[in-house]
C-alpha cells in the first residue's frame, strides 16, 4: 500500500479530516537507526502527527517538531514541507529504554522536557524569523500533547489518533471549524460528537494495516464526505556537502584542525539520512577559504 494522506470535508459540518499513512517513507526515515520499539512509536507518532499538521497550514515553509527530552530519550526531531517531504531523527542518552517505557517515562522523566513546534520559512522576508510554539508535555500520548497545543494556541477543536510500528506511521485528525466553515446554509450541529466519538473506536491496528480510504469508509459509511483530495508524503534528506561544509566553518577554525590533526579526516554522518560526509586537510583549507560556501572537489561519500 503506497503512502497516502487524504483530506476530507464532512458534508453540511464545520468539520474536516484527515486520514494519512506513511509506509515506505517511514521505513526509509529508519532504515539508518537501531531505534527501541518505543522509542520508533514515539517518533513514528510525530511523523504522522507532523503530516496531518502541515498539510493543513498555508505556509511555504517546513514545519519542525522538536523535543528535547529528559529521560533516556534526549532529542526528537520530524520535519515537514509543504509537498509532505520528510524526515526524522532521534538520539538516546546512555540509559537503557524499557520495552514498557511510557512516553512521559521516555522524554519528561523529571518534568524538565521541552517541545516545540517551528514554522520556518523557505524564502524569509528581510527581518522575517522562524514562528515557534512550545508544547507543553502533559497528557499520556503524543496525541494528547498535541489536542492540547491545538486548542490552546490555535483554537480549534481537535481530535487526533496516532500509531506507529516497525514498518507503519499512521493517524487520523479531525477539526472543528471556525463558525461559518461549513459546507451549507444548514449546519449540522451534532456532526463534531459524532465523528469524534467514531474516530475514537478507531484501533491501532486498523489504522496501521488499512489504507486511508478503506478507513474514511468504515468509520464514516454514513456521512457524506466531499472536497477529498490526496498527497504522498516522502522522505527526503536535505544534508549535503554544503550544508556540511557551513557548519564546519560555523565550527571555526582551531578546532577543525584539531579534528584534523589528530585523525587526518573530519567525518560527519547526517543523522536524518545516515550519509557520511569526509573532508581532509585539503577540503577544509578550501572551505575556510571560501567560507563555506563552495564545494571542495574531494568527495567521500
Not at 158 to 165: C, E, G, P
Request: with cysteine; hydrophobic share 40%; glycine share 8%.
Amino acid at each position: 500500500m503506497s503512502d497516502r494522506l487524504l483530506k476530507f470535508m464532512f458534508h453540511g459540518a464545520p468539520v474536516r479530516g484527515e486520514l494519512v499513512r506513511v509506509a515506505e517513507a517511514w521505513r526509509e526515515m529508519t532504515a539508518h537507526h537501531d531505534y527501541p520499539p518505543p522509542v520508533k512509536r514515539l517518533l513514528g507518532e510525530m511523523v504522522a502527527a507532523a503530516a496531518l499538521l502541515a498539510s493543513n497550514i498555508k505556509f511555504n515553509g517546513a514545519l519542525v517538531m522538536q523535543v528535547h527530552g529528559d529521560g533516556p530519550v534526549k532529542l526528537l526531531v520530524v520535519e515537514c514541507q509543504p509537498d509532505l517531504a520528510m524526515r526524522a531523527t532521534a538520539k538516546l542518552g546512555e540509559d537503557p529504554v524499557s520495552q514498557s517505557a511510557s512516553m512521559q517515562e521516555l522524554i519528561n522523566r523529571s518534568g524538565r522536557g521541552r517541545f516545540a513546534i517551528t514554522l520556518d520559512p523557505r524564502e524569509p522576508l528581510p527581518g522575517q524569523q522562524p514562528y515557534q510554539g512550545i508544547v507543553p508535555l502533559d497528557g499520556e500520548s503524543m496525541a494528547d500533547v498535541l489536542e492540547a497545543y491545538m486548542r490552546q494556541s490555535e483554537q480549534l477543536e481537535t481530535k487526533l489518533v496516532l500509531a506507529a510500528d516497525e514498518d507503519v506511521s499512521a493517524g487520523l485528525l479531525l477539526q472543528r471549524l471556525p463558525e461559518g466553515g461549513g459546507m451549507a446554509a444548514e449546519i449540522d450541529e451534532d456532526a463534531w460528537d459524532r465523528v469524534t466519538t467514531l474516530g475514537a473506536t478507531l484501533s491501532a491496528e486498523e489504522l496501521l494495516r488499512l489504507t486511508p480510504e478503506d478507513l474514511a469508509r468504515r468509520l464514516y459509511s454514513q456521512e457524506v464526505l466531499a472536497h477529498q483530495a490526496t498527497l504522498v508524503p516522502r522522505f527526503a534528506c536535505r544534508c549535503s556537502r554544503e550544508r556540511i561544509g557551513r557548519m564546519l566553518v560555523s565550527l571555526g577554525r582551531d578546532e577543525v584542525d584539531s579534528i584534523i590533526t589528530e585523525l587526518k579526516m573530519v567525518t560527519v554522518t547526517c543523522d536524518f539520512c545516515g550519509r557520511e560526509y569526509s573532508f581532509d586537510a585539503v577540503d577544509v583549507s578550501q572551505l575556510f577559504t571560501s567560507g563555506g560556501t563552495a564545494e571542495a572537489d574531494q568527495r567521500r561519500h
